[in-house]
């Protein structure tokens, strides 16, 4: 029994996936270590998550009307499915209260200096528990609103900045010795695309799966795409500068000045980071709720939302004791850490699906011979 009754078509799917990817990527431009050959990470990271996502949903397609508690049920029994959805279920808490602490250093560092960083998050979290609370089709309708709004204001800001972009920055090309290239490209996929597996969680909601693949594939690559073009653009605006400050988007908007006229237009990548990283909470957020709800056979999930909300919070404010140790974290830490989850689980059960699979194959026809 699912803990809450909304649904969504494949497509919708594929917008806040796209919205989810985008997400805080925006404020932490995944690659940028490897300078002005990020642009060439994040490809490669794209394309891993590509990879992956495909193996994700197919097992998903395997258990049409399942969520991914259900799955782990399914494939690894009902003890060790329950244990292994309960680490993930931690992963995906701890990930929003990364994000959350992202949002949080973010504004505290260049807006909003001098206002207590609980309160933002704070404020950030009730925003998002108001959208979980909600249910999942509401959750996707924002997405819907938000998406396009966020293309377009990544596209005008983009070639509002186009006369100060120098593309000789970009050169030379794939100067990175091989290893340092494979890991930061395996950062730039664990971080965002690989973080897709916990749509898995969402799929019992959706109304049918067909196209599923096209339009989760389709949604991760437009993310992949616009994500591509900020470190291209942040690379040629910004050159070596790239590396030094916390946020290159941030730091190469504020150059554009159109004839001293289109000035200080930092405020609307604010309002577009904003908006995605919401998204981003939200499907972590209640990817939580329900899951938990379903380990321990509760009717809804909506007594769980403020005191998991209260958590996300608390976590996001005591892990860490400032900006750099968090950058730090993510850049060294984080893709060990998420590799079971994002990889090593995910190929396990694609062998247990297909194999579950043709033992009920061979299963039927014994039964019709």
């Known amino acids: 029994m699912q803990p809450e009754g909304g649904k969504i078509n494949t497509l919708h799917l594929g917008f806040l996936i796209t919205g989810f990817t985008f997400g805080s990527s925006v404020i932490l431009s995944p690659g940028v270590e490897a300078g002005h050959n990020a642009w060439l990470t994040v490809f490669a990271g794209l394309v891993m998550g590509l990879i992956m996502a495909y193996i994700y949903f197919t097992v998903a397609e395997k ?39 992202d949002f949080g250093d973010f504004f505290t560092l260049t807006i909003y200096v001098n206002t207590p960083e609980v309160v933002i998050v704070g404020s950030f979290a009730l ?21 396009p709004l966020t293309m377009f204001a990544f596209i005008l800001d983009t070639i509002l900045i186009l006369p100060q972009a120098k593309y000789e920055k970009l050169l030379p090309i794939l100067e990175l010795p091989l290893k340092d290239f494979l890991r930061i490209s395996f950062s730039s996929f664990s971080f965002p695309f690989g973080e897709v597996v916990c749509f898995l969680m969402i799929t019992a909601f959706l109304n049918s799966t067909k196209g599923l693949k096209k339009h989760v594939l389709s949604g991760l690559t437009v993310a992949g795409f616009f994500l591509i073009t900020a470190s291209i653009r942040n690379t ?12 290159p988007t941030f730091d190469a908007i504020q150059l554009i000045d159109i004839a001293d006229f289109l000035t200080r237009l930092e405020l609307v990548i604010i309002s577009v980071m904003l908006t995605t990283g919401f998204i981003k909470l939200s499907v972590l957020y209640y990817g939580t709720v329900i899951g938990l709800a379903q380990v321990f056979k509760l009717r809804s999930y909506l007594p769980l939302v403020l005191p998991i909300g209260i958590i996300l919070v608390v976590l996001c404010i005591t892990q860490f004791e400032n900006t750099q140790e968090n950058l730090a974290w993510a850049a060294n830490i984080y893709p060990w850490y998420v590799l079971p989850f994002q990889v090593l689980f995910p190929f396990l059960y694609l062998i247990l699906a297909l194999l579950k699979g ?12």
């Open 236 to 247: 040629t605006v910004l050159g070596a500068a790239v590396k030094m400050g916390l946020y």
């Open 358 to 369: 043709n033992h009920s194959g061979r299963k039927k026809a014994g039964e019709r011979s």
């Open 127 to 147: 925003l998002a528990a108001s959208a979980v609370r909600n249910g999942i089709e509401v959750i996707t309708r924002c997405s819907l609103i938000i998406v």
């Open 63 to 101: 258990f049409p009307g399942k969520n991914f508690i259900e799955i782990n049920d399914l494939l690894l029994g009902a003890y060790l499915g329950k244990i292994v959805s309960l680490l993930y279920l931690c992963y995906f808490l701890h990930l929003g209260s990364l994000i959350l602490r």
